[in-house]
Every structure is written in structure tokens, then in C-alpha cells.
Nanobody
Framework: QVQLVESGGDLVQPGGSLKLSCTVS????????MAWYRQTRGNQRELIATSPRSGPSDYKDSVKGRFTVARDNHGNTVYLTMSGLSPDDTAVYYC??????????????WGQGTQVTVSS
């Protein structure tokens, strides 16, 4: 059974940086498409970055140039490095895993979420 474990959320000051991790177990990261979402209370979960199994990553405009997704297929871990953080980035961050559309078995897995708080 594929599972995701996230870590790295913290309290950080405005302008600071943070690196989130999402480790895949029970499956190979290299086989899956990954994404990062975030959610604030009372709002829907929003997609902020994608990391397909092949091809370039893509980012929501509001985080473009500040956030970077990196995959370590050997370590089965995907990272979200965030810089220039502002209070607007405060949210629970989730990693998401999906099988390719051509895969026989389709599934989608969510991490447990990690809290990022940007405040002075």
C-alpha cells in the first residue's frame, strides 16, 4: 500500500525559507506524478506545484519564482523548497501522488499535511 509521510512544517518569519519533505513508501516515486497543495481554514485545497514523473514542474503564479519542487527518486522523496515566505503562505501543505493516466491500476494518495505558519 502506497503511503506518503510529510515533514518540515514550522513557524517561520516573513521573508524566511522552509523546506518540506514528502516520502513515498510502498511504491516507487519515479512511477508517479506528484503535486503539492495547500489549504487554509474555510477554503478549498489549492494546487500550488506539480512534479510529473517526466517533464518540467509547474507552479501557481503566486508561488512562481519562490517555490521549487525537487524529486529524489533514489530516496523516494519529493521536496518543496519555499523562500520569500509571507503570511499569505500560511496554510497546511499537502503532498499528492497519482498514478499515470495510462496505468492499469489508478489511485490517488494524500499526505497527512504539515502546518506552515509565517508570522513575526
Amino acid at each position: 500500500q502506497v503511503q506518503l509521510v510529510e515533514s518540515g512544517g514550522d513557524l517561520v518569519q516573513p521573508g524566511g525559507s522552509l523546506k518540506l519533505s514528502c516520502t513515498v513508501s510502498g511504491g516507487a516515486l519515479s512511477f508517479h506524478d506528484m503535486a503539492w497543495y495547500r489549504q487554509t481554514r474555510g477554503n478549498q485545497r489549492e494546487l500550488i506545484a506539480t512534479s510529473p514523473r517526466s517533464g518540467p514542474s509547474d507552479y501557481k503564479d503566486s508561488v512562481k519564482g519562490r517555490f521549487t519542487v525537487a524529486r529524489d527518486n533514489h530516496g523516494n522523496t519529493v521536496y518543496l523548497t519555499m523562500s520569500g515566505l509571507s503570511p499569505d503562505d500560511t496554510a497546511v501543505y499537502y503532498c499528492n501522488l497519482k498514478t499515470p493516466t495510462w496505468a492499469v491500476q489508478q489511485y490517488e494518495i494524500w499526505g497527512q499535511g504539515t502546518q506552515v505558519t509565517v508570522s513575526s
